[in-house]
Protein backbone atom coordinates (compact mmCIF):
# COMPACT_ATOMS: atom_id res chain seq x y z
CA UNK A 1 0.00 0.00 0.00
CA UNK A 2 1.26 3.68 -0.05
CA UNK A 3 1.54 5.51 3.04
CA UNK A 4 1.29 9.20 3.82
CA UNK A 5 2.58 10.38 7.19
CA UNK A 6 1.61 13.97 8.96
CA UNK A 7 3.61 15.30 11.26
CA UNK A 8 1.72 18.86 13.30
CA UNK A 9 4.50 20.52 15.22
CA UNK A 10 3.77 21.34 18.73
CA UNK A 11 0.49 19.55 19.06
CA UNK A 12 -0.98 18.45 22.54
CA UNK A 13 -2.80 15.46 22.14
CA UNK A 14 -5.15 16.78 24.70
CA UNK A 15 -6.32 19.72 22.20
CA UNK A 16 -7.81 17.43 19.78
CA UNK A 17 -11.78 16.20 19.71
CA UNK A 18 -10.79 12.30 19.36
CA UNK A 19 -8.89 12.67 22.70
CA UNK A 20 -11.09 14.02 25.02
CA UNK A 21 -11.48 17.60 24.17
CA UNK A 22 -14.78 19.25 24.38
CA UNK A 23 -14.46 22.67 23.19
CA UNK A 24 -11.91 22.82 20.29
CA UNK A 25 -13.07 22.35 17.00
CA UNK A 26 -11.29 19.71 15.15
CA UNK A 27 -13.74 17.34 13.09
CA UNK A 28 -11.60 15.77 10.39
CA UNK A 29 -8.58 14.90 12.84
CA UNK A 30 -11.76 13.46 14.27
CA UNK A 31 -13.17 11.89 11.72
CA UNK A 32 -10.05 10.34 10.49
CA UNK A 33 -9.55 8.94 14.11
CA UNK A 34 -13.02 7.31 14.03
CA UNK A 35 -11.53 5.31 11.26
CA UNK A 36 -8.30 4.20 12.95
CA UNK A 37 -6.42 3.19 15.27
CA UNK A 38 -5.68 5.74 17.96
CA UNK A 39 -3.14 5.38 20.71
CA UNK A 40 -4.21 7.12 24.01
CA UNK A 41 -0.29 6.72 25.33
CA UNK A 42 2.00 7.80 22.27
CA UNK A 43 4.92 10.02 23.75
CA UNK A 44 7.80 11.69 22.81
CA UNK A 45 11.64 10.12 22.93
CA UNK A 46 14.20 12.69 21.63
CA UNK A 47 12.82 16.49 22.37
CA UNK A 48 12.31 18.50 20.65
CA UNK A 49 11.72 19.55 17.04
CA UNK A 50 14.94 17.95 14.87
CA UNK A 51 15.72 15.06 17.75
CA UNK A 52 11.72 14.00 17.34
CA UNK A 53 12.63 13.94 13.29
CA UNK A 54 15.82 12.10 14.06
CA UNK A 55 13.61 9.44 16.16
CA UNK A 56 11.15 9.34 13.12
CA UNK A 57 13.45 8.90 10.38
CA UNK A 58 16.09 6.25 12.57
CA UNK A 59 13.69 4.53 14.45
CA UNK A 60 16.33 5.41 17.46
CA UNK A 61 16.62 6.59 20.83
CA UNK A 62 18.99 9.68 19.37
CA UNK A 63 18.88 11.11 22.34
CA UNK A 64 21.69 9.17 24.18
CA UNK A 65 24.34 9.82 21.40
CA UNK A 66 23.19 12.58 18.91
CA UNK A 67 21.48 16.06 19.47
CA UNK A 68 19.96 19.47 17.17
CA UNK A 69 22.41 19.10 14.28
CA UNK A 70 22.77 17.48 10.83
CA UNK A 71 21.66 13.54 9.99
CA UNK A 72 25.29 11.61 10.24
CA UNK A 73 26.02 9.95 7.40
CA UNK A 74 26.47 6.48 8.54
CA UNK A 75 22.66 6.88 9.71
CA UNK A 76 19.76 4.21 8.28
CA UNK A 77 17.14 6.87 7.09
CA UNK A 78 13.43 5.60 6.62
CA UNK A 79 13.56 7.20 3.09
CA UNK A 80 16.34 5.42 1.90
CA UNK A 81 14.69 2.15 2.86
CA UNK A 82 11.36 2.37 1.24
CA UNK A 83 12.95 3.92 -1.94
CA UNK A 84 15.74 0.45 -2.02
CA UNK A 85 11.98 -1.08 -1.70
CA UNK A 86 10.90 0.39 -5.39
CA UNK A 87 8.78 3.34 -3.46
CA UNK A 88 8.81 6.97 -4.67
CA UNK A 89 9.78 8.46 -1.78
CA UNK A 90 8.19 12.35 -1.45
CA UNK A 91 8.37 15.39 1.17
CA UNK A 92 6.38 18.41 1.66
CA UNK A 93 7.40 20.60 4.75
CA UNK A 94 7.50 23.90 6.21
CA UNK A 95 9.07 23.20 9.54
CA UNK A 96 12.24 24.90 9.08
CA UNK A 97 15.11 23.07 9.70
CA UNK A 98 15.28 20.51 7.67
CA UNK A 99 17.54 21.31 4.56
CA UNK A 100 19.39 24.04 5.96
CA UNK A 101 23.09 23.84 6.94
CA UNK A 102 23.24 20.67 5.87
CA UNK A 103 21.08 19.17 7.50
CA UNK A 104 20.96 16.42 6.23
CA UNK A 105 17.11 15.95 6.17
CA UNK A 106 15.98 15.26 2.68
CA UNK A 107 18.24 12.23 2.24
CA UNK A 108 16.41 9.52 0.74
CA UNK A 109 13.88 11.64 -0.77
CA UNK A 110 13.03 11.20 -4.76
CA UNK A 111 11.28 14.95 -4.20
CA UNK A 112 11.80 17.11 -1.35
CA UNK A 113 9.47 20.42 -1.50
CA UNK A 114 10.06 22.98 1.65
CA UNK A 115 7.33 25.77 1.88
CA UNK A 116 8.84 28.68 3.11
CA UNK A 117 7.84 31.13 5.69
CA UNK A 118 8.61 29.68 8.77
CA UNK A 119 11.98 30.47 9.46
CA UNK A 120 12.68 33.57 11.59
CA UNK A 121 14.63 35.30 8.69
CA UNK A 122 11.71 35.30 6.12
CA UNK A 123 8.76 34.67 8.38
CA UNK A 124 7.95 38.87 8.62
CA UNK A 125 8.41 39.70 5.50
CA UNK A 126 6.28 36.64 3.46
CA UNK A 127 3.60 37.32 6.63
CA UNK A 128 3.32 40.75 5.17
CA UNK A 129 2.15 39.65 1.85
CA UNK A 130 -0.05 37.21 2.82
CA UNK A 131 -3.60 37.79 1.58
CA UNK A 132 -5.38 35.06 1.90
CA UNK A 133 -5.86 32.19 4.13
CA UNK A 134 -3.97 29.72 1.51
CA UNK A 135 -1.50 31.59 2.32
CA UNK A 136 -0.37 30.05 5.39
CA UNK A 137 2.29 28.07 5.71
CA UNK A 138 0.09 24.75 7.14
CA UNK A 139 -2.07 25.34 4.13
CA UNK A 140 0.36 26.10 1.49
CA UNK A 141 2.18 23.06 3.22
CA UNK A 142 -0.78 20.43 2.60
CA UNK A 143 -1.38 22.11 -1.30
CA UNK A 144 2.07 21.16 -2.25
CA UNK A 145 1.40 17.64 -0.83
CA UNK A 146 -1.72 17.26 -2.79
CA UNK A 147 0.28 18.22 -5.76
CA UNK A 148 2.71 15.70 -5.16
CA UNK A 149 0.03 13.13 -4.94
CA UNK A 150 -1.37 14.26 -8.27
CA UNK A 151 1.89 13.50 -9.78
CA UNK A 152 2.85 10.29 -8.18
CA UNK A 153 -0.57 8.70 -7.69
CA UNK A 154 -0.13 5.78 -10.23
CA UNK A 155 3.47 4.96 -8.33
CA UNK A 156 3.84 3.02 -5.48
CA UNK A 157 4.74 6.34 -2.95
CA UNK A 158 5.47 7.30 0.84
CA UNK A 159 5.02 10.76 1.44
CA UNK A 160 5.75 12.73 4.49
CA UNK A 161 4.03 15.49 5.43
CA UNK A 162 5.41 18.26 8.00
CA UNK A 163 4.14 21.76 9.32
CA UNK A 164 5.29 23.43 11.76
CA UNK A 165 2.31 24.83 13.11
CA UNK A 166 0.47 24.99 15.46
CA UNK A 167 3.97 26.04 16.68
CA UNK A 168 4.37 29.78 17.62
CA UNK A 169 3.70 32.50 16.56
CA UNK A 170 0.21 31.61 16.84
CA UNK A 171 -1.39 33.77 13.89
CA UNK A 172 -4.07 31.90 11.89
CA UNK A 173 -6.83 33.83 10.26
CA UNK A 174 -8.74 35.63 12.78
CA UNK A 175 -12.16 33.77 12.58
CA UNK A 176 -10.15 30.52 13.56
CA UNK A 177 -9.89 32.23 16.87
CA UNK A 178 -13.00 33.95 17.09
CA UNK A 179 -14.31 30.79 17.72
CA UNK A 180 -12.87 30.27 20.95
CA UNK A 181 -12.35 34.07 22.03
CA UNK A 182 -15.09 36.29 21.41
CA UNK A 183 -13.93 40.25 19.83
CA UNK A 184 -10.85 38.72 19.02
CA UNK A 185 -8.81 42.02 18.35
CA UNK A 186 -5.71 40.31 16.37
CA UNK A 187 -4.00 40.56 19.06
CA UNK A 188 -0.84 37.68 19.20
CA UNK A 189 1.20 36.56 22.86
CA UNK A 190 4.29 35.24 22.54
CA UNK A 191 5.53 32.41 25.14
CA UNK A 192 8.06 33.68 27.96
CA UNK A 193 9.69 29.90 28.32
CA UNK A 194 9.12 30.49 31.90
CA UNK A 195 6.35 30.92 34.40
CA UNK A 196 4.22 33.62 33.01
CA UNK A 197 3.19 35.53 36.00
CA UNK A 198 7.27 36.30 36.96
CA UNK A 199 7.68 38.01 33.11
CA UNK A 200 4.54 40.36 33.90
CA UNK A 201 1.57 38.20 31.63
CA UNK A 202 -1.40 37.88 33.16
CA UNK A 203 -4.73 35.62 33.33
CA UNK A 204 -5.99 37.35 30.05
CA UNK A 205 -2.85 37.09 27.85
CA UNK A 206 -3.00 33.52 28.82
CA UNK A 207 -6.43 33.08 27.10
CA UNK A 208 -5.24 35.04 24.16
CA UNK A 209 -2.82 32.33 24.02
CA UNK A 210 -4.83 29.59 24.41
CA UNK A 211 -7.16 30.55 21.95
CA UNK A 212 -4.49 31.55 19.35
CA UNK A 213 -3.03 27.82 19.70
CA UNK A 214 -6.64 26.40 19.47
CA UNK A 215 -6.95 28.31 16.41
CA UNK A 216 -4.00 27.12 14.87
CA UNK A 217 -4.67 23.46 15.57
CA UNK A 218 -8.49 23.91 14.01
CA UNK A 219 -6.91 25.47 10.66
CA UNK A 220 -4.47 22.51 10.89
CA UNK A 221 -7.58 20.21 11.31
CA UNK A 222 -9.34 22.18 8.14
CA UNK A 223 -5.87 21.56 5.63
CA UNK A 224 -5.82 18.01 6.91
CA UNK A 225 -8.78 17.41 6.08
CA UNK A 226 -7.69 18.71 2.06
CA UNK A 227 -5.49 16.76 2.06
CA UNK A 228 -7.09 13.60 3.16
CA UNK A 229 -10.30 14.85 0.91
CA UNK A 230 -7.36 14.83 -1.96
CA UNK A 231 -6.83 10.88 -1.46
CA UNK A 232 -10.46 10.57 -1.70
CA UNK A 233 -10.88 12.28 -5.50
CA UNK A 234 -7.52 10.92 -6.30
CA UNK A 235 -8.94 7.22 -5.93
CA UNK A 236 -5.95 6.79 -3.38
CA UNK A 237 -7.80 6.40 -0.05
CA UNK A 238 -8.60 2.29 -0.70
CA UNK A 239 -4.78 1.44 -0.47
CA UNK A 240 -3.25 4.39 1.32
CA UNK A 241 -2.46 4.29 4.70
CA UNK A 242 -2.87 7.57 6.68
CA UNK A 243 -0.51 8.00 9.74
CA UNK A 244 -1.33 11.43 12.02
CA UNK A 245 1.65 12.29 14.59
CA UNK A 246 2.82 15.48 16.61
CA UNK A 247 6.34 15.68 17.95
CA UNK A 248 5.74 17.47 21.25
CA UNK A 249 3.26 19.39 23.22
CA UNK A 250 3.44 23.13 25.05
CA UNK A 251 2.29 24.28 28.64
CA UNK A 252 0.31 27.12 29.01
CA UNK A 253 0.28 27.89 32.71
CA UNK A 254 0.25 24.05 33.82
CA UNK A 255 2.50 23.50 36.81
CA UNK A 256 3.01 26.62 38.03
CA UNK A 257 2.53 28.89 35.25
CA UNK A 258 5.00 27.35 32.58
CA UNK A 259 4.43 28.85 29.37
CA UNK A 260 6.55 27.07 26.64
CA UNK A 261 8.66 23.87 26.40
CA UNK A 262 11.70 24.53 28.16
CA UNK A 263 12.34 26.82 30.87
CA UNK A 264 15.31 29.47 29.17
CA UNK A 265 16.40 33.06 29.56
CA UNK A 266 18.63 35.39 27.63
CA UNK A 267 21.58 36.99 28.84
CA UNK A 268 25.03 35.53 28.76
CA UNK A 269 27.27 33.84 31.67
CA UNK A 270 30.96 33.49 32.53
CA UNK A 271 32.10 30.32 32.81
CA UNK A 272 31.30 28.65 29.62
CA UNK A 273 34.00 28.16 26.43
CA UNK A 274 33.02 30.59 23.82
CA UNK A 275 31.23 32.42 26.62
CA UNK A 276 30.99 35.68 23.99
CA UNK A 277 28.76 33.48 21.81
CA UNK A 278 26.02 32.42 24.40
CA UNK A 279 23.13 34.50 23.59
CA UNK A 280 20.20 32.15 25.86
CA UNK A 281 20.84 29.75 28.73
CA UNK A 282 18.65 26.62 30.04
CA UNK A 283 17.84 25.69 32.90
CA UNK A 284 15.87 22.43 34.57
CA UNK A 285 12.97 21.70 32.31
CA UNK A 286 11.03 18.45 33.33
CA UNK A 287 8.63 16.98 30.87
CA UNK A 288 5.37 16.58 31.80
CA UNK A 289 2.64 14.75 30.40
CA UNK A 290 1.64 18.16 28.27
CA UNK A 291 4.68 18.06 26.41
CA UNK A 292 5.05 14.30 26.15
CA UNK A 293 1.69 12.68 25.44
CA UNK A 294 1.29 13.56 21.63
CA UNK A 295 -1.68 12.41 19.61
CA UNK A 296 -0.63 8.69 16.72
CA UNK A 297 -3.77 8.49 14.66
CA UNK A 298 -3.15 5.24 12.25
CA UNK A 299 -5.95 4.59 9.57
CA UNK A 300 -4.85 1.59 8.08
CA UNK A 301 -6.46 0.25 4.95
CA UNK A 302 -8.78 -3.14 5.90
CA UNK A 303 -8.23 -2.64 9.60
CA UNK A 304 -11.03 -0.81 11.50
CA UNK A 305 -11.55 1.41 13.93
CA UNK A 306 -10.09 0.87 17.81
CA UNK A 307 -7.90 2.22 20.53
CA UNK A 308 -5.45 1.39 22.56
CA UNK A 309 -3.94 2.33 26.31
CA UNK A 310 -0.91 0.76 25.33
CA UNK A 311 2.41 2.24 25.33
CA UNK A 312 3.97 3.45 22.69
CA UNK A 313 6.86 5.80 21.51
CA UNK A 314 8.06 7.71 18.47
CA UNK A 315 10.97 5.41 17.96
CA UNK A 316 7.87 2.88 16.91
CA UNK A 317 6.80 5.09 13.60
CA UNK A 318 10.33 3.45 11.48
CA UNK A 319 9.42 0.14 12.02
CA UNK A 320 5.64 0.35 12.04
CA UNK A 321 6.14 2.24 8.25
CA UNK A 322 8.59 -0.55 7.06
CA UNK A 323 6.21 -2.91 8.30
CA UNK A 324 3.25 -1.17 6.25
CA UNK A 325 5.26 -1.08 3.24
CA UNK A 326 6.74 -4.82 3.62
CA UNK A 327 10.10 -3.77 4.21
CA UNK A 328 12.31 -5.89 7.07
CA UNK A 329 13.81 -3.28 9.79
CA UNK A 330 17.43 -3.44 9.60
CA UNK A 331 18.85 -4.72 12.96
CA UNK A 332 20.00 -0.76 13.71
CA UNK A 333 16.61 0.01 14.57
CA UNK A 334 15.68 0.11 18.06
CA UNK A 335 11.88 0.81 18.12
CA UNK A 336 8.94 -1.91 17.56
CA UNK A 337 6.17 -1.83 14.94
CA UNK A 338 3.12 -1.08 16.76
CA UNK A 339 0.88 -2.57 14.16
CA UNK A 340 -0.48 -5.10 16.06
CA UNK A 341 -2.19 -2.82 18.27
CA UNK A 342 -5.14 -3.19 15.76
CA UNK A 343 -5.60 -6.63 18.26
CA UNK A 344 -7.20 -5.89 21.66
CA UNK A 345 -4.71 -7.88 23.42
CA UNK A 346 -1.42 -5.73 22.22
CA UNK A 347 0.45 -5.00 25.77
CA UNK A 348 2.93 -2.32 24.13
CA UNK A 349 5.96 -1.30 25.53
CA UNK A 350 6.42 -1.68 29.44
CA UNK A 351 8.43 1.23 29.99
CA UNK A 352 9.57 4.24 27.69
CA UNK A 353 11.79 7.32 27.80
CA UNK A 354 11.49 11.05 26.77
CA UNK A 355 14.30 13.51 26.96
CA UNK A 356 16.24 16.40 25.42
CA UNK A 357 19.61 15.29 23.85
CA UNK A 358 21.96 14.13 27.07
CA UNK A 359 24.09 17.29 28.17
CA UNK A 360 26.12 18.10 30.65
CA UNK A 361 26.80 21.20 32.87
CA UNK A 362 28.06 24.25 30.90
CA UNK A 363 27.57 22.62 27.92
CA UNK A 364 26.67 24.42 24.53
CA UNK A 365 24.11 23.82 22.31
CA UNK A 366 22.22 24.97 19.63
CA UNK A 367 19.05 23.16 20.67
CA UNK A 368 15.66 24.59 19.48
CA UNK A 369 17.05 27.01 17.15
CA UNK A 370 20.35 28.73 15.89
CA UNK A 371 20.96 30.26 19.20
CA UNK A 372 23.92 28.96 20.81
CA UNK A 373 22.08 28.04 24.18
CA UNK A 374 24.38 27.19 27.93
CA UNK A 375 23.62 24.50 29.85
CA UNK A 376 22.98 25.86 33.75
CA UNK A 377 20.76 22.66 35.29
CA UNK A 378 20.26 19.19 34.43
CA UNK A 379 17.90 18.70 32.01
CA UNK A 380 15.31 15.67 33.36
CA UNK A 381 14.56 12.45 31.62
CA UNK A 382 10.87 11.34 31.71
CA UNK A 383 10.99 7.54 32.55
CA UNK A 384 7.50 5.83 31.96
CA UNK A 385 5.43 2.82 32.91
CA UNK A 386 1.74 2.62 32.75
CA UNK A 387 1.34 3.87 36.43
CA UNK A 388 4.53 5.52 37.08
CA UNK A 389 6.26 8.50 35.99
CA UNK A 390 9.61 9.55 36.84
CA UNK A 391 11.27 12.68 36.15
CA UNK A 392 15.43 12.15 36.80
CA UNK A 393 18.41 14.40 35.62
CA UNK A 394 21.60 13.41 36.84
CA UNK A 395 23.53 11.80 40.16
CA UNK A 396 22.27 14.31 43.27
CA UNK A 397 19.52 15.97 41.53
CA UNK A 398 16.27 16.07 43.01
CA UNK A 399 13.77 13.45 41.64
CA UNK A 400 10.04 13.58 41.22
CA UNK A 401 7.92 10.42 41.07
CA UNK A 402 3.84 10.53 40.00
CA UNK A 403 1.27 7.88 40.58
CA UNK A 404 -0.66 8.54 37.06
CA UNK A 405 -3.32 6.28 38.24
CA UNK A 406 -4.33 8.57 41.08
CA UNK A 407 -2.36 11.77 40.24
CA UNK A 408 -2.56 12.19 36.04
CA UNK A 409 -1.82 16.10 36.47
CA UNK A 410 1.43 14.87 38.11
CA UNK A 411 0.71 17.46 40.93
CA UNK A 412 2.19 15.90 43.91
CA UNK A 413 6.06 14.12 44.37
CA UNK A 414 5.25 10.47 46.12
CA UNK A 415 9.14 10.09 45.32
CA UNK A 416 9.57 9.35 49.19
CA UNK A 417 6.90 7.15 49.90
CA UNK A 418 7.76 5.03 46.83
CA UNK A 419 11.61 4.83 47.10
CA UNK A 420 11.36 1.23 45.99
CA UNK A 421 9.38 2.64 42.66
CA UNK A 422 12.30 5.36 42.18
CA UNK A 423 15.08 2.53 42.20
CA UNK A 424 13.53 0.08 39.77
CA UNK A 425 12.77 2.93 37.28
CA UNK A 426 16.05 4.42 37.65
CA UNK A 427 17.83 1.01 37.31
CA UNK A 428 15.59 0.87 33.70
CA UNK A 429 17.12 3.94 32.52
CA UNK A 430 20.65 3.49 33.25
CA UNK A 431 20.15 -0.05 31.12
CA UNK A 432 18.69 1.63 28.63
CA UNK A 433 21.96 4.00 28.03
CA UNK A 434 23.93 0.92 28.50
CA UNK A 435 22.42 -0.48 26.02
CA UNK A 436 22.48 2.55 23.94
CA UNK A 437 25.56 4.67 22.16
CA UNK A 438 25.84 6.58 25.40
CA UNK A 439 29.25 8.47 26.03
CA UNK A 440 30.98 7.53 29.02
CA UNK A 441 30.79 11.40 30.34
CA UNK A 442 26.86 11.09 30.27
CA UNK A 443 26.61 7.39 31.77
CA UNK A 444 28.62 8.52 34.50
CA UNK A 445 26.86 11.09 35.06
CA UNK A 446 23.54 9.45 35.64
CA UNK A 447 24.54 6.02 36.57
CA UNK A 448 23.35 6.81 40.36
CA UNK A 449 20.55 8.48 42.24
Request: contains cysteine; negative net charge; hydrophobic residues 40%.
Amino acid sequence: MNIVLICADTLRADYLGCYGNDWTHTPRLDALAAESIVFDRYYAASFPTMPNRADVFTGRWTYTYTGWQPLADEEVLLAELLRGAGMKTLAAVDTPFFIGKGYNYDRGFDEFVRVPGQAVDERARLASLRRFEEDCCACATMVEAGRLLEHYRKDRFFLYVDTWDPHEPWNPPPWYVERYLAGYDGRMVAPCYRRYQDQGLTEDDMKVARATYAGEVSMVDRWVGYLLDKLESLNLARNTAVIFVSDHGFYFGEHGGLFGKLVGSGGTYGSVEKATQVTQTWFRSPLYEQLTRIPLIMRVPGIGHSRTDGLASVVDLMPTVLELAGVRPPDVVQGRSVLAAKDDSWPGRDVLFSSTPLLSLRQTTRLVDDFIRGVLEYQPVSIREKRWNLHYAAVGEAVELFDLDNDPGQERNVASEHGDVVERLHARFVEHLRECPTAQVHLRERERL
